[in-house]
């Protein structure tokens, strides 16, 4: 039985050494080891929620103008790499510029992820890694902030003695007088969650960006507690952004030149626009207040309008809140990509039931059918948890049998992780043992490699309109580029720029990789 974990380390490490790996390992390993990153990578395409390649990156703005050096590592899902650039924001008023090297730096900063055990232990990890640089540095300060901050509070202070600075993430604001803090030798701490406070004033200054695709938060925290999940303990009550903030951002992206925004939220399809302040308070309001509220379907249309040549996806939906109105705006706007991520969790509506997702295996298989009527070429990806308290071999069939209903493009599959406080850790037992998690999920991981094959095969020999994204990462010759279905696609440069649309005809794939050729500019 192979550990996934382990195998996710060892192809992360020979991706990131690609040439030296010729000289240590013999051919064979080699040759075993590039089967795993094709399959690894068949796993990671597309993946713009939690980018393994990405975990740990500092940010780094493109202007310099303090004195002062802050260097900031972020992990998790990208609403943390979003609000690392809020933090990066708030922090240059204060005069620090951002620094990529963490020795020069007298702030170091780590935005963090609670969703699994495995993404604390990383974290936990990489503070102890600090040690040195504090001896070396008297005056180094560090601090943590998101979703561990918020979930340990000041506990955190306690367990990891180094730690001078606890910041929520709904208190970013606070920094400037927390620095002071510290500053005179005092450890400060400020997790105190909000029911309205969403940034929208803040612009967040991209780093480390490729100036052609952007992430807009539109929505902060969720209300749907999932027995098996955190993050409404971390990120607080779910608000929605003001509308115009989200589109005058939109526009300022559009006059820099960038060619996609993405929509981010925890449950976009929930997003609510009343005048400010917490979901659960719009029931309150009266009729007249309600119907002049923007909902999602809404925003996504009056996004899509700001300019028709920058293409607009969203990010995460689910099931109970994706309307019919949503699916016939993106059918109605070309610059709407055909693309929703849609998390389905378990195929067994006892599962789902203890899950406490709101919605049963035939409400997600209604949702499915309606995309595939409505938007017959759209892409859909999931987020399964597999081996969650009680699941037998029947229910890890039923998921099996509800990924071969959809044939996804691709997923995001995890062996459930137990995390404190919530409702399955208090009231439910984490009882399906480790081998039998292990061996589930890599026969849904299996399951999805088939699926993903497919998905690309259906590609090869169409020819579709490309966003050209990076130089790819094999090739300098070469772009990545992605399709509306947010399939990516490798071809020669040829004579196109980056943030240019070409259509590329989809000539070859694997389960990883589609590749192609320039037909014409778009
Ligand atoms: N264990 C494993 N996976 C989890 N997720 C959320 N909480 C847990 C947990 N405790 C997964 C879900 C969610 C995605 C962002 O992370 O699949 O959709
Ligand atoms: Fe967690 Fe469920 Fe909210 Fe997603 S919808 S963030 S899984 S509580």
Not at 100 to 129: G, H, Q, Y
Not at 142 to 160: I, P, Q, W, Y
Not at 217 to 223: A, Y
Not at 404 to 425: H, I, K, L, Q, W
Request: aromatic share 10%; with cysteine; hydrophobic share 35%.
């Amino acid at each position: 039985m192979f550990d996934l974990s382990k195998i996710w380390h060892f192809y992360d490490f020979l991706r990131k050494k690609e040439v030296s790996c010729h000289f240590v390992i013999n051919i064979n390993t080699y040759l075993c080891a590039l089967k795993f990153i094709a399959f690894m990578e068949s796993l990671d395409q597309g993946n713009k929620v939690i980018d393994e390649s990405k975990q740990g990156e500092a940010t780094v703005l493109n202007t310099s103008v303090g004195d002062k050096k802050v260097y900031i590592e972020s992990y998790g899902c990208q609403m943390n790499f979003s609000d690392s650039e809020i933090v990066a924001s708030i922090l240059q008023k204060e005069g620090y510029s951002t620094t990529k090297n963490i020795e020069e730096a007298e702030l170091v900063f780590v935005n963090t992820c609670s969703i699994r055990e495995k993404a604390e232990d990383t974290v936990r990890k990489r503070l102890k890694s600090f040690r040195k640089l504090k001896r070396n540095n008297k005056k180094l300060k560090v601090g943590v902030l998101g979703c561990m901050a918020e979930r340990l509070k000041s506990k955190l202070l306690e367990e990891e003695k180094l730690v001078d600075l606890i910041v929520g993430p709904d208190a970013y604001r606070d920094l400037p007088s927390l620095l002071e803090e510290i500053d005179g030798g005092e450890k400060a701490i400020n997790v105190l969650l909000s029911m309205e406070e969403t940034y929208a004033d803040i612009a967040p200054v991209r780093y480390g960006s490729n100036g052609v695709t952007a992430f807009v938060t539109i929505m902060r925290g969720c209300d749907n507690m999932c027995t098996f999940c955190v993050v409404p303990f971390t990120r607080g009550r779910e608000r929605s952004r003001d509308t115009e903030s989200i589109l005058e951002e939109v526009r300022q992206l559009s006059e820099q030149g960038y060619k996609e925004v993405t929509l981010l939220g925890q449950n976009v399809d929930s997003y609510l626009w009343y005048g400010g302040g917490p979901k659960k308070h719009f029931k309150n309001l009266s009729e007249i207040e309600k119907a002049s509220s923007i909902n999602f379907a809404q925003l996504l249309k009056k996004v899509a309008e700001v300019d028709s040549t920058v293409r607009v996806r969203f990010f995460t939906s689910n099931p109970q809140d994706m309307t019919n109105e949503v699916f016939e705006v993106m059918a109605s706007k070309e610059n709407i990509c055909n693309f929703i991520h849609l998390p389905f969790q378990s195929g067994s509506d006892r599962i789902l039931d203890l899950m406490n997702r709101g919605y049963t295996v035939e409400k997600y298989k209604e949702r499915i059918d309606k995309i595939k009527e409505i938007l017959p070429d759209c892409a859909i990806s999931h987020d399964i948890i597999s081996g969650f308290c009680s699941e037998t071999e029947e229910d890890h069939q039923a998921t099996l049998e509800l990924m071969d209903y959809v044939t996804f493009d691709y997923g995001y599959m995890f062996n459930y992780s137990e995390r404190p406080n919530t409702y399955a850790a208090k009231k439910l037992t984490d009882d399906v043992p480790e081998d039998v998690k292990k061996r589930r999920l890599a026969e849904i991981i299996q399951r999805q490699r088939e699926h993903s094959f497919i998905r690309n095969k259906s590609y090869v020999g169409n020819t579709y309109k490309v966003l050209v994204e990076t130089v790819s990462k094999k090739s300098e010759e070469e772009f990545l580029g992605r399709n509306s279905q947010n399939a990516a696609i490798i071809f020669p440069k040829e004579d196109a720029k980056l943030g240019d649309y070409v259509h590329v005809l989809v000539e070859d794939c694997n389960s990883a990789t589609l590749k192609g050729r320039i037909v014409s500019k778009a």
